[in-house]
C-alpha cells in the first residue's frame, strides 16, 4: 500500500518536474492538433495541417530557447528519469530546426503536392519522431531512453513507407525487420545490465569494476548488446546495411530527416552512455577486449565502408545515405574522445551537418521532380541551367568533403585535433589510427562527392528532359543554408560561443 | 459460527482459477445438453478467422482482422489500466492527506489517457477503418427439379461418411 507521505514527496516531484518540459507539452498538443484536424476537414483543406505542424514546432522552438535561456544547471526530474540540461537543450533546439527545415523542403516535394495522401499522418509523424528525439536526448534512465527510441523507431517505420509504391513498402518493411530486431538486442542488452548493476541510471561503471577497470564477460555483453542497437539506430559498421535501402525508398524529404534527427538522438545517447558509464576505461576481462578499442575499430570500418561503397553508387540518393554513414564514423570519433572537447567538436559537426545535409538533400529533391529519378548522371547540364543553385551545391559538397573555404572543413580539424590530443594524452594507439583512416578517408570522400559537381559542369545535358530551374524563394533557402558555411569558416567563434556556454562539467 | 476467512493472495488466485474452470466448463456443457447435434465438415473445424486452420502458412489473412484486433487491444489495455487506477484513485487517505492534490493529478492522468485512447478510435472511425465491408446479396433465382429432400439426404450420407456414425 502506498503511504501518505511518500505520495505527498512524489506529487511535489511532479509539480516540480512539469514546468521544465514545456517543449514536449507543445509537440504532443501539436500532434494531438494535426490529427483533430485532420479527421474533421483534412480533405478539403491539407495546406491546414501544413499550417498546424509548423506552428507546433516554432511554439516549441520557442519553448526550447526560452528553457535554454532560464535552466542554468542540469535538472533532474521526475525522479531522475528525465534529465534537462544546456547540453540537451541545445540539442533539442537543432532537433526542432532540422525538423522545420524537413516540412519547408517536404513542401517542395512533387508527390505531396500532388497527390495529397497522408498528411494528417505525415505530418503527425514527423512532430512525433522529433518528440522522441528530444525526449531521447534528455532521458536520464534506461527505460526513459528505451520508451523514447521506440517512439522514434515506430515513428520512422510508418513514414519511411510514404511513398506509398512497392519499393517504399519494401524498404519500410526492411527497415522494421532489422528496427525490431535491433530494439530486441538493445532490450535485452538493458535487462542484463540491470541485473548486474541493479540500476537503470546512467551509473559510472567504472566505479563498481574490479581494479583495472575490469568486468566480467556478462557485463561486457551486456554493454555491447546495448551499443549494438544504437550503432543500429545511428548506422555504424556492422549495423548499417538497412540505411541504403531505407534511405532511397524513403521520401527524399524524409531521407533527409532520417540521416540528421534519429541519428543526433542515437548520437546523444551514445555519448552519454560512453562518457557517463565510463565505457571508455573498460576492459573485458576473460577476452581481454577494451571496449573503447572496440568502438574505435567500428568507427574506423564505418569509414572504410561507407565512403568505398559511395564510390560505386549512380543514385544520388543512396550516395547520400552512404555519407551520411561516413558522417556518423566520423561523428562517432568525437564521442569516443576523452577530453571535454570532443563533445565540442560533436555538436559543431552535427551543426554544420544539418546545413549541409538539407541544403544537399533539397537540390536532389528539385532534381527528382525534374527528372523523376535521382541518379547522379542527371545532374548534367545544370551548371549551366541553374548556376545559382550549382555553386550552391558545389558549395555543398566541399563542405561535405572536409576542404576548406567550408565550415565542414572546420568541423573536422576540429575532431581531429581533438583526436590527435587523445592520443598525446593516452598515448593508445587507436587514435592515431582513427586519425590516420579519417584523414586518408577523406581522399575518398573528395572523389564521390565532387562527382556531382564533374556531371553539373563538364558533361553537356542531353536534352531530352527539362533543366532544373529554381525560383527565388528557393534560392534564397539555399542562400540561407549556405551562407552559414562560409561564415562559420572565417568565424567558427559565432557558434563556438554558443556550444562553449554548455557546460561540460556539468553533463 | 464466527466466519472470519483469511485468505491468503494465492488462494485468491485459486479461486479465480477455480471460478474461470466451472464457467468455462459449465458453458460447454449447458450449450451441449441444450443444442441440436448436427455437425458438418465446415462446423467441425476450428474457427480461424474464415481461414482453413491448416494449410499453407502464407495463406493471406483479412487485413481488417488486425485492424479489428488492434482496436480490441486498444480497449483491454485500458481496461487493464483502469481498474488498479480505480481502486488508488479513490483511496480517501491519500486525498486526505493532500489535500485533495492527489485525486486532481491521477484524475487528469487518466482522462488525458483514455482521450488518447478515444482519439486513437476516432481517428479508425473517421478513416473508414471500422466500416466492415458487407457482401452484396443477391436473391438467385433457381428453381431445382431435384426435391430439397434428396439434397438433405446426400448431405446426412456424405457427414456420416466424413465422421464415422457419431450417434
Known amino acids: ?507 | 459460527m464466527a466466519t472470519n476467512v483469511n485468505l491468503s493472495d494465492l488462494s485468491i488466485l485459486l479461486l479465480f482459477l477455480v471460478g474461470g474452470a466451472i464457467f468455462t466448463i459449465g458453458g460447454i456443457v449447458t450449450s451441449r445438453l441444450l443444442r441440436n447435434d448436427k455437425p458438418n465438415k465446415e462446423k467441425n473445424t476450428s474457427y480461424e478467422s474464415g481461414e482453413d486452420p491448416v494449410g499453407n502458412a502464407w495463406g493471406q489473412f483479412n487485413l481488417r482482422f488486425y485492424l479489428v484486433a488492434l482496436m480490441f487491444l486498444l480497449f483491454e489495455v485500458e481496461l487493464i489500466f483502469l481498474f488498479p487506477w480505480a481502486t488508488v484513485f479513490g483511496d480517501k487517505q491519500l486525498i486526505a492527506e493532500t489535500n485533495g492534490v492527489w485525486g486532481w493529478l491521477v484524475w487528469f492522468e487518466m482522462m488525458i489517457f483514455i482521450f488518447i485512447l478515444v482519439l486513437g478510435l476516432a481517428y479508425a472511425w473517421r478513416k473508414g477503418f471500422i466500416a466492415w465491408e458487407k457482401p452484396r446479396q443477391s436473391v438467385y433465382l433457381f428453381k431445382s427439379p431435384v426435391p430439397g429432400k434428396l439434397y438433405e439426404d446426400f448431405n446426412k450420407k456424405m457427414t456420416e461418411k466424413e465422421y464415422g456414425r457419431k450417434k
Open chain 1, 1 to 507: 500500500m502506498l503511504l501518505a507521505a511518500d505520495i505527498s514527496v512524489y506529487i511535489d516531484e511532479i509539480i516540480r518536474s512539469l514546468p521544465l518540459l514545456t517543449t514536449e507539452y507543445t509537440l504532443v498538443l501539436s500532434i494531438i492538433a494535426i490529427i483533430v484536424m485532420d479527421l474533421l476537414f483534412g480533405k478539403e483543406n491539407p495546406q491546414l495541417l501544413y499550417m498546424a505542424a509548423t506552428t507546433g514546432l516554432l511554439v516549441a522552438l520557442i519553448a526550447s530557447i526560452n528553457d535554454w535561456n532560464t535552466v542554468e544547471g542540469p535538472q533532474n526530474i521526475f525522479e531522475n528519469m528525465i534529465r534537462v540540461n544546456r547540453l540537451s537543450l541545445f540539442l533539442s533546439i537543432l532537433l526542432i530546426i532540422a525538423t522545420l527545415l524537413t516540412i519547408l523542403i517536404t513542401s517542395f516535394e512533387k508527390p505531396f503536392k500532388e497527390e495529397k495522401k497522408g498528411e494528417g499522418e505525415y505530418f503527425s509523424l514527423l512532430t512525433l519522431i522529433t518528440l522522441g528525439s528530444i525526449l531521447m536526448v534528455k532521458a536520464n534512465h534506461f527505460l526513459m531512453f528505451f520508451l523514447a527510441l521506440e517512439t522514434v523507431s515506430m515513428g520512422s517505420y510508418l513514414i519511411a513507407g510514404f511513398k506509398f509504391d512497392r519499393k517504399g513498402s519494401e524498404g519500410a518493411m526492411k527497415y522494421v525487420l532489422f528496427g525490431a530486431f535491433a530494439s530486441a538486442i538493445m532490450l535485452y542488452g538493458i535487462s542484463l545490465l540491470y541485473g548486474y548493476t541493479n540500476s537503470f541510471g546512467f551509473i559510472d561503471l567504472t566505479e563498481i569494476a574490479a581494479q583495472g577497470r575490469q568486468i566480467d564477460f556478462g557485463l561486457g555483453f551486456a554493454l555491447i548488446m546495448i551499443i549494438s542497437g544504437l550503432f543500429f539506430k545511428i548506422s555504424i559498421f556492422p549495423f548499417h546495411v538497412w540505411v541504403p535501402d531505407v534511405y532511397k525508398a524513403a521520401p527524399t524529404s524524409i531521407t533527409a530527416f532520417f540521416s540528421i534527427v534519429p541519428k543526433i538522438a542515437g548520437l546523444m545517447m551514445m555519448f552519454n552512455i560512453v562518457n557517463r558509464m565510463g565505457i571508455n576505461d573498460l576492459e573485458i576481462s576473460s577476452i581481454s577486449l577494451h571496449l573503447d578499442e572496440m568502438l574505435g575499430i567500428a568507427a574506423i570500418f564505418t569509414l572504410i565502408v561507407a565512403n568505398f561503397s559511395a564510390i560505386w553508387q549512380k543514385s544520388g540518393k543512396r550516395m547520400m545515405a552512404y555519407s551520411s554513414i561516413s558522417h556518423a564514423g566520423f561523428m562517432m570519433i568525437a564521442i569516443l574522445s576523452l577530453t571535454e572537447m570532443g563533445l565540442y567538436a560533436l555538436l559543431f559537426y552535427i551543426f554544420i551537418y544539418i546545413l549541409m545535409n538539407y541544403g544537399v538533400f533539397f537540390i536532389l529533391i528539385k532534381l527528382e521532380n525534374a527528372t523523376g529519378s535521382d541518379e547522379i548522371s542527371d545532374f548534367k547540364g545544370m551548371g549551366k541551367a541553374a548556376p545559382v543553385a550549382s555553386t550552391a551545391l558545389v558549395i555543398l559538397m566541399i563542405s561535405l568533403t572536409g576542404l576548406p573555404p567550408t565550415a565542414g572543413f572546420t568541423a573536422k580539424f576540429i575532431l581531429f585535433t581533438t583526436v590527435w590530443e587523445n592520443f598525446e594524452l593516452s598515448g593508445q594507439y587507436i587514435y592515431l589510427f582513427l586519425l590516420l583512416i579519417g584523414l586518408g578517408i577523406s581522399v575518398v570522400a573528395l572523389f564521390y562527392y565532387l562527382r556531382i559537381p564533374y556531371f553539373m559542369y563538364f558533361k553537356e545535358s542531353e536534352g531530352k528532359r527539362e533543366p532544373v530551374t529554381f525560383n527565388l524563394f528557393e534560392l534564397i533557402f539555399l542562400l540561407f543554408l549556405t551562407t552559414p558555411i562560409f561564415l562559420l569558416f572565417f568565424q567558427p567563434d559565432w557558434l563556438f560561443d554558443v556550444i562553449n556556454s554548455i557546460n561540460f562539467a556539468s553533463n
